[in-house]
């Protein structure tokens, strides 16, 4: 069964860091384009990052550029989501996704929420 199982959300203060991970089953998770995206509360989905299959070459949207790294671990099936400097407005629940130019298979997600 392919299936993909986010973690490591919760309450930050603005500034600090977190990290998310992203555990892949039924599929090799580096064979695949895979991307975070996340939804704040109110707001559509905003794709974040992705790495690519094979080389791991990344892309990041301009909201987290500097900010956040994606990267995977093969031998452990997971993706990460390296997030530093955080904000209020990095609020929002967090997904990652198998990729094909749609987000063809998603987890549950993970809530993070950045407040003082």
């Known amino acids: 069964q392919v299936q993909l199982v986010e973690s490591g959300g919760g309450l930050v203060q603005p500034g600090n860091s977190l990290r998310l991970s992203c555990a892949a089953s039924g599929f090799t998770l580096s064979s695949y384009y895979l991307s975070w995206v996340r939804q704040a509360p109110g707001k559509g989905l905003e794709w974040l990052s992705g790495i690519s299959s094979g080389d791991g070459s990344t892309t990041y949207a301009d909201s987290v550029k500097g900010r956040f790294t994606i990267s995977r671990d093969s031998a452990k099936n997971t993706l990460y989501l390296q997030m530093n400097s955080l904000k209020p407005e990095d609020t929002a629940v967090y997904y990652c996704?198998?990729?094909?130019?749609?987000?063809?298979?998603w987890g549950q997600g993970t809530l993070v929420t950045v407040s003082s």
């Open positions: 996704a198998r990729d094909l130019g749609y987000l063809e298979v």
